[in-house]
């Protein structure tokens, strides 16, 4: 049935094509894709193959083939784009954050469900077979969940010559650390065991006050041999690493820390969940792999396995046990996911991809986060 779907992608840099495989291993169609000028778009549509590259988002809107649009652009377009695409009749599937304050995602989340069509935020994360896994287990168990830690660590902005748009609190945020990759960890969290954070504690840390940007832009993760040599001094205002405490309703507590300054950590979230009859720890960097630990018994590794896998996780595991799945993978279950809610083949409320309630939940925090860090002390939410 996903053959009867066309899609376009807006984003031609790091994760705009990896949505274009994702999706067209679903068998959907990509028909086109918009990048910042017809150029890129013409050069991105030649590279992947795709029939049509837009001259602009409101030619892309304007097409009449396209059910749904992804928004792969940097976060200070999601919100414009999303309210575009939403008054155009267009499903969205928005990159994370949904937007750059949770005034926007309130907003956006109003027009989605005054809406009849279908708003997913990727975060992509909760698509490991693995996740899925234990998200099932701790419902299944039912147990008391004590804490919850962990951290999400990358080194792409260890040195001050590092540059992306996502330093520049105008184009990703006050926040960046936090919001580029700690709501990963704080979706993958609620995802998994429910919990609402109540109150949360934060430090953020600006390592590089400057940084010494390319003169010409860079797209995300790249190569040190492939920057320009002219460079500029810009001032920084955004978090390279952050400390953050959570009191969750219910008494459980959380700690995380997040960090893109991290010499040797590539793109590692890892958390440990502490329930009362196990904890269950797991690292994207090793992301088939779960480890079960037991007060009683010896600890368990569960290696992501079908054949061992309960409920959830099934239609989403599609390689057999030691055929190991990854990054590209998360994308095509989250837009399987995404899909089957368009066609009307999951039951309302358990769609698994994060919606746009999840996008702005993250946003609320993100701010409640930032507030934290500038009073120094308890925010409660
Ligand atoms: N889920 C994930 O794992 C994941 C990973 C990376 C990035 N992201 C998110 O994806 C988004 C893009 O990040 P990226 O790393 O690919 O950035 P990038 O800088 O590599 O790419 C951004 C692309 O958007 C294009 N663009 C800029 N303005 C545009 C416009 N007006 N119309 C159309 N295209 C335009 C740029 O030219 C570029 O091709 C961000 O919101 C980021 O948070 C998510």
């Known amino acids: 049935m996903f053959n009867s779907l066309t899609v376009a992608v807006a984003g031609a840099g790091f994760i705009g094509p990896v949505h274009v495989e994702g999706i067209r291993r679903l068998g959907i169609r990509v028909k086109g894709l918009l990048g910042k000028d ?105 147990t008391r969940i004590f804490a919850v830690t962990g951290s999400y660590m990358q080194d792409w902005l260890l040195y001050d010559t590092d540059y992306n748009w996502r330093v520049l609190a105008e184009q990703g945020g006050a926040l960046r650390a936090v919001s580029d990759i700690g709501t990963h960890w704080l979706d993958l969290v609620h995802f998994l065991t429910g919990l609402e954070a109540e109150a949360v504690l934060a430090d953020l840390t600006t390592v590089h006050k400057q940084r010494k940007r390319p003169i010409g832009e860079v797209s995300s993760f790249t190569n040190d041999a492939e920057k320009e040599q002219a460079t500029e001094t810009i001032d920084v205002t955004t978090d390279d690493c ?31 969940i502490a ?8 690292n994207s960097e090793r992301p088939n792999e779960l480890l079960i630990g037991k007060r009683g018994e010896a600890n368990q590794l569960l290696m992501k396995d079908p054949g061992l896998m309960t409920g959830t996780a099934a239609p989403y595991v599609n390689y057999p046990g030691g055929h190991n ?26 769609s698994l991809y994060a919606s746009f309630e999840d996008g702005h939940r993250e946003l609320v925090l993100c ?10 002390g308890w925010v409660a939410l």
């Open 367 to 376: 701010d409640a986060i930032l507030e934290s860090h500038e009073k120094q």
């Open 275 to 282: 329930t009362q009859q196990a904890a269950y720890e797991w």
């Open 325 to 350: 799945e990854g990054f590209p993978d998360t994308f095509k279950q989250c837009f399987r996911a995404f899909y089957n809610d368009i066609l009307g083949n999951t039951p309302a409320g358990e």
């Open 38 to 142: 017809l150029a890129e778009s013409q050069s991105a549509c030649k590279q992947l193959n795709l029939d049509h590259p837009y001259g602009s988002y409101e030619e892309l809107l304007a097409d009449d083939e396209i059910d749904a649009v992804h928004l792969a652009v940097p976060n200070v377009l999601h919100y414009s784009m999303v309210k575009k695409a939403l008054a155009a009749g267009k499903h969205v599937m928005c990159e994370k954050p949904l937007a750059m304050t949770s005034k926007e995602g309130a907003e956006l989340l109003e027009l989605a469900k005054n809406s009849n069509l279908k708003c997913g935020v990727n975060y992509n994360l909760r698509f490991y077979p693995i996740n899925l896994e234990v998200k099932d287990r701790l419902a299944a168990a039912d």
């Open 242 to 272: 952050a400390s953050i405490l959570f009191k969750f309703r219910g008494g459980a507590r959380g700690q995380l820390f997040v960090s893109q300054i991290s010499a040797g950590h590539k793109n590692q979230l890892k958390y440990d």
